[in-house]
């Protein structure tokens, strides 16, 4: 059995950075490839990105640049750094594997960019 658990959300202000951090109970992540998703109120759940086992990673066009996703399989983590925040990169970011698992969802963290 899979659950993921995020951590890391918060309140910042536009242009901040912030570290979302992403692991689970269960199988190892290593063995996922990962994503990163997000979901704004009323708006459908978007992928942000992701990174496959062996580290190759991929981005939505509007993060390129901003958002690096990276893993430590050593510690069973997956990370979200977002630098360079706006308002509408604020949502309910979830990781979760490529494709979706709906019964390995977790709670999400929320990150809200407002001043």
């Known amino acids: 059995q899979v659950q993921f658990v995020e951590s890391g959300g918060g309140l910042v202000q536009p242009g901040g950075s912030l570290r979302l951090s992403c692991t689970t109970s269960?199988?190892?992540?290593?063995?996922?490839?990962m994503g990163w998703y997000r979901q704004a109120p009323r708006e459908p759940r978007e992928l942000v990105g992701s990174?496959?086992?062996?580290?190759?990673?991929f981005y939505e066009e509007s993060v390129k640049g901003r958002f690096t996703i990276s893993r430590d399989n050593a510690k069973n983590m997956v990370y979200l750094q977002m630098n360079s925040l706006k308002p509408e990169d604020s949502a309910v970011y979830y990781c979760?594997?490529?494709?979706?698992?709906?019964?390995?969802r977790g709670q999400g963290t929320q990150v809200t960019v407002s001043s």
């Open positions: 979760n594997t490529i494709p979706w698992r709906f019964d390995a």
């Open positions: 990174i496959t086992s062996g580290g190759n990673t």
């Open positions: 269960g199988s190892p992540l290593s063995i996922y490839r």
